[in-house]
């Protein structure tokens, strides 16, 4: 058995938050390995750049303005991408995050909902409007990114960590309701991997950046393209038995 069973020729894919950070990293993987991709975030300027380097492979890149927290931006976002790639094969629902922390009982009822339309209810309802033309047609692969923030105890985040806990057990219920039509739904955990919401604990004091991951066994942070390998994995035909699974790619955090 050969690589090709990793290949992503002649597919298409829809990443969300992909204007930097993992999603654009896993973005500009899919098209490596021969996919067409459209990407989604809020930002016009970083999106068209990613397009650019997707298309510089060779790929079709295509750039769709969309904030995941309204659903009628979902909504257009689908169509456009159908539209535009003439189906979706895979989805990645990325997008997600929070730029503040708080004990629940300082939490405001807002802070909440926030975390949870971000983290959460956009990925339902991108799986949902995504999911019915997969299992309509009979194949699709839902990559669901989670953290492990969502598998253990988020003293400060808990808003964060159940919006992620959240997605891992939607996943796991999407792929048994989906199974059946052939349509494989699993999650990414990532733990400490560097991006621009977290700069401020990698990227200003080398003290802290060390400290924060002093608990990992392989001893450093991770890195966007870290995660691209198993989002490749589980988009493509490598993975074609497998669903349901969460996968934890922390450094061995979690160990």
Not at 47 to 57: C, D, F, M
Not at 207 to 228: C, Y
Request: proline share 2%.
């Amino acid at each position: 058995m050969g690589t090709d069973i990793f290949s992503l020729e002649g597919k298409r894919a829809l990443v969300t938050g992909a204007s930097r950070g993992i999603g654009a990293a896993i973005a500009l993987g899919f098209a490596e390995c021969g996919a067409d991709v459209a990407v989604t975030a809020r930002s016009t300027n970083d999106l068209e750049e990613v397009a650019g380097k997707i298309s510089a492979t060779g790929r079709r890149g295509v750039p769709i303005t969309c904030d995941v927290t309204k659903t009628d931006d979902i909504t257009r976002c689908v169509e456009s991408a159908l539209e535009h790639l003439g189906g979706i094969d895979i989805l990645v629902n990325n997008a997600g995050g929070t730029r503040f922390m708080a004990p629940l009982l300082a939490l405001r009822e807002e802070g909440w909902d926030k975390a949870i339309n971000l983290n959460l209810k956009s990925v339902f309802t991108f799986s949902q409007k995504v999911g019915a033309h997969m299992v309509e047609r009979g194949s699709g692969s839902v990559i669901n990114v989670s953290s492990i923030g969502g598998l253990h105890a988020s003293p400060t985040l808990s808003f964060y960590g159940a919006a992620k806990a959240g997605v891992v057990s939607l996943t796991k219920t999407l792929a048994m309701e989906w199974g059946y039509a052939g349509v494989r739904v699993n999650a990414l955990c990532p733990g400490w991997v560097k991006t621009e919401l977290n700069r401020n604990l990698w990227g200003e004091d080398p003290a802290l950046a060390s400290s924060t991951v002093q608990n990992v066994p392989l001893g450093r942070w991770g890195e966007t393209n870290d995660i691209v390998g198993a989002a490749v994995y589980l988009a493509s035909d490598a993975a074609a038995y497998t669903t349901g699974a969460v996968l934890v790619i922390d450094g061995g955090i979690l160990v």
